[in-house]
């Protein structure tokens, strides 16, 4: 837990600093993103599915919503709320699951831009994360596995990609938002090996919950 709450606050302060250094840096200043990795078939084929999910037996779903921030999502009625023992974003929930390694938090925090068209395209945002991947102590690979945008008030990015370190092999599921000048990201994470196989149902759940994801604008 303590890991996943350090990739969760990582990631999201990484886009904070960037997001608060778009008011003051014009576009030329930002940090030049990596290349763009190479989408396989069956990524691409999968970038719609990133928006729209699988449609779940409501039945089975519980619901996390915060009047106070403005977000809710759904997520399988068995996983737990894991608070946190220390603050360290204006609002954050932990959600895990039965299974071990799969997991999801959001964060919120404030930034000094108002959408996230203003802080770069889905591809732009894409690089930026993978490149701080690749910054971090032990990571062996990072592969960009597909990337969608929902148009709207607000927009959301998604990414999906995977990560090989020394501590395994994962696979991260961020959305991301900005609105009311605040920054939302949703992050989930599984072993890659529960993520890719479909008898499991951990990639319908993690997917179904990112698509749930929703911010008042």
């Known amino acids: 837990m303590q890991l996943f709450e350090s990739l969760t606050s990582r990631r999201s302060a990484m886009l904070l ?15 030049v993103p990596c290349a763009s990795a190479q989408l396989s078939d069956s990524a691409t084929n999968s970038l719609s599915k990133l928006s729209t999910g699988v449609l779940a037996d409501a039945s089975q779903l519980a619901e996390l919503d915060d009047p106070a921030f403005g977000y809710r999502l759904s997520y399988p009625s068995g996983w737990e709320s894991k608070p946190k023992p ?43 994360v993978l490149a701080v991947e690749e910054t971090r102590d032990g990571v062996l690979d990072v592969q960009l596995r597909a990337i969608s945008e929902e148009s709207g008030q607000p ?36 072993k890659v090996d529960d993520y890719d196989d479909k008898a499991s149902g951990v990639q319908e759940q993690l997917r179904n919950a990112v698509a749930s994801f929703r911010v008042a604008a």
């Open 155 to 190: 927009s959301y990015y998604t990414i999906e990609y995977f990560v090989e370190s020394t501590r395994g092999k994962k696979v991260y599921l961020c959305k991301y938002c900005i609105a009311r000048r605040r920054l939302y990201v949703l992050q989930a994470q599984a």
């Open 17 to 31: 600093a960037v997001a608060a250094s778009t008011c003051r840096l014009p576009t030329t200043a930002w940090p």
């Open 86 to 128: 220390v603050k360290t974003h204006a609002a954050e929930a932990i959600l895990q699951s039965p299974r071990r390694g799969v997991s999801l938090g959001v964060t919120v925090d404030p930034v000094k831009i108002d959408s996230l068209e203003q802080f770069g395209t889905p591809e732009q945002v894409a690089d930026r």
